[in-house]
């Protein structure tokens, strides 16, 4: 969320920015969030922006700045790709926005939803809805001729940061494949020198797979960690696991895609992770649908079984925000 203050400062003071992003240390300083004591009782955390020794002549555009953040909060959760052109018309900067955003909503996994409410307590950007929105208004290369719009899996081998430039070991051809990268993916490229990542962009290919790739919008960590469910919805109601199912991940580098196994029969494959997970999630919704909430009576003695098992993990809370 910090992040978003900096950039909207940034566009708002009229600053360019180029493909690596630097916050200035004068407007890290003036637009800072601070935050409050959470409210008793929830888990609702005061926000304000600015600093504590704000000058009187920063006012105007820390004002500025506030309301810039509260629109573009709610274009997010709207989702809508033309309303955030019209507020924020430079790409780059949209780019970075939608990133920031990206990087603030907690993965479904998880099980924790972060709504954000204005001084009214009116609700601006829904955390059920977010990731979708987000995937919407994430800006996607255009599809080349001869090339496709793809995931290319490989060994991150080299990274030349002047350059911007990485390069990919292919697991199956052995190919060593380069591709530039914006400033955004450098965290996740750090955190993954030589080990297996996917990245998203122009993709051409030939019979042994994979010959170039440009345009990259997405970088992703292969991540083999086992999935706690800790909640999913339903037909509009959110079930909380009593004790959470665990499903192994396993990443197939024969095939370069993901294998989820666990409870309740489930068995998922998926090309990248996010996908996974929102398989994940739309495979219980279903399963709740059709055993947890259907006549027993109507039920094959193995269907019973499977309706026990989803009632004694799961139950329906309240809204915990």
């Known amino acids: 969320m910090q992040r978003v203050v900096h950039l909207l400062a940034l566009f708002e003071e009229g600053r360019t920015v180029k493909q690596r992003v630097r916050i200035p240390r004068e407007i890290e300083n003036r637009y800072q969030l601070i935050c409050g004591i959470p409210e008793e009782g929830g888990y609702a955390q005061p926000l304000k922006i600015g600093t504590e020794g704000t000058e009187l002549f920063d006012g105007q555009s820390i004002d500025s ?58 609700r601006i950007l829904s955390g059920k809805k977010a990731r979708d929105s987000i995937t919407r208004l994430r800006i996607r290369p255009e599809p080349e001729p001869e090339a496709t719009l793809a995931y290319v899996t ?32 450098e965290p ?52 909380h696991a009593i004790k959470p199912p665990v499903f192994n991940v396993r990443f197939d580098n024969d095939i370069l895609s993901y294998e989820l196994i666990g409870p309740f029969d489930v068995y998922l494959y998926a090309e990248t992770q996010p996908q996974l997970e929102m398989l994940l999630q739309e495979e219980m919704a279903m399963l709740w649908q059709e055993y947890a909430m259907a006549d027993p009576e109507l039920l ?21 925000s």
Not at 73 to 99: A, C, M, Y
Not at 156 to 172: A, G, N, Q, T
Not at 216 to 237: K, L, T
């Open 188 to 239: 996740v490229l750090l955190d993954h020198p030589r080990e297996m990542i996917q990245v998203h962009g122009n993709v051409t290919f030939d019979d042994a797979g994979p010959v170039s790739i440009s345009d990259v919008d997405e970088v992703i960590e292969v991540d083999e960690s086992p999935i706690e469910m800790q909640s999913f919805d339903s037909n509009s109601i959110t079930l």
């Open 65 to 122: 700045v506030a309301r810039k953040t509260k629109t573009v909060i709610r274009v997010i959760d709207s989702g809508d790709k033309e309303d955030l052109e019209r507020e924020i018309p430079e790409e780059s900067f949209r780019k970075n926005v939608v990133s920031a955003f990206d990087s603030m909503i907690p993965h479904r996994r998880y099980g924790v939803v972060v709504n954000i409410e204005d001084h009214k307590r009116e």
């Open 300 to 320: 094959t003695e193995a269907a019973k079984k499977l309706r026990e098992e989803l009632l004694a993990t799961f139950e329906e809370v309240e809204d915990g």
């Open 154 to 185: 490989g060994v991150l081998i080299e990274m030349k940061f002047e350059e911007r430039r990485l390069r990919l070991k292919m697991p199956i051809s052995g190919r060593a494949l380069d591709a530039t990268y914006g400033d955004d993916f």
